[in-house]
T-cell receptor, first 115, second 113 residues
Framework: GDSVTQTEGPVTVSESESLIINCTYS????????LFWYVRYPGEGLQLLLK?????QKGSSRGFEATYNKETTSFHLQKASVQESDSAVYYC????????????FGEGTKLTVSS | NSKVIQTPRYLVKGQGQKAKMRCIPE?????VFWYQQNKNNEFKFLIN????????QIDMTEKRFSAECPSNSPCSLEIQSSEAGDSALYLC???????????FGAGTRLSVL
């Protein structure tokens, strides 16, 4: 079936250090997957961080980057230098390009950035 | 910030009671989704609508769960007879459809005692 697996949290990183949160997907019923990273900051709702709909392309937002790698079925989230304000729960998600665009989410990775 | 409005933020019910939550999608978004997020952070898709029509729903939804998105009224998700296992965060999202982004509300946290 279709599924998403991401780095098991919680993850703690010191401020200004680099970050990578792994995400791999299985898209057996989706011919052209779209890939997303959503984030939930403390006390806030789930919001889109970045999305990529074409294999081989890179998405970026707020200093975060993720490259859609069809060969390794991965969409890892990276940031060169994290800030305390990046502390949040990050969710990788997989979607279909079709009409309903239902998303399949990973289990989330809680990131704490320490000062 | 998302313009998807969910009410109430918190809902406490006894087992067997009816639980109803509402969602106002972002203006102009014809597609509405309901997800359940459990205490392990796992998302479960429940149902989605395009305008007032159901697009997809899971088997669980067909039994104790019901949902609708009437025109000119908030969408709603109702659990006819709540069970302890229904305790979760219920998320509503809306979208323009297709490849477009889902925009989520803050959620309704249901506790079934």
């Amino acid at each position: 079936g279709d599924s998403v697996t991401q780095t098991e949290g919680p993850v703690t990183v010191s401020e200004s250090e680099s970050l990578i949160i792994n995400c791999t997907y299985s898209a057996t019923s989706i011919a052209y997957p779209n890939l997303f990273w959503y984030v939930r900051y403390p006390g806030e709702g789930l919001q889109l961080l970045l999305k990529v709909i074409t294999a081989g392309q890179k998405g970026s937002s707020r200093g975060f980057e993720a490259t859609y790698n069809k060969e390794t079925t991965s969409f890892h989230l990276q940031k060169a230098s994290v800030q305390e304000s990046d502390s949040a729960v990050y969710y990788c998600a997989l979607g279909d390009q079709g009409g309903s665009a239902k998303l399949i989410f990973g289990e989330g990775t809680k990131l704490t950035v320490s000062s | 910030n998302s313009k998807v409005i969910q009410t109430p933020r918190y809902l406490v019910k006894g087992q067997g009671q009816k639980a109803k939550m509402r969602c106002i999608p972002e203006k102009g978004h014809p597609v509405v989704f309901w997800y359940q997020q459990n205490k392990n952070n796992e998302f479960k898709f429940l149902i989605n609508f395009q305008n007032q029509e159901v697009l997809q729903q899971i088997d669980m939804t067909e039994k104790r769960f019901s949902a609708e998105c009437p025109s000119n009224s908030p969408c709603s998700l109702e659990i006819q007879s709540s069970e302890a296992g229904d305790s979760a965060l219920y998320l509503c999202a809306s979208s323009l459809g297709g490849r477009n982004t889902l925009y989520f509300g803050a959620g309704t946290r249901l506790s079934v005692l």
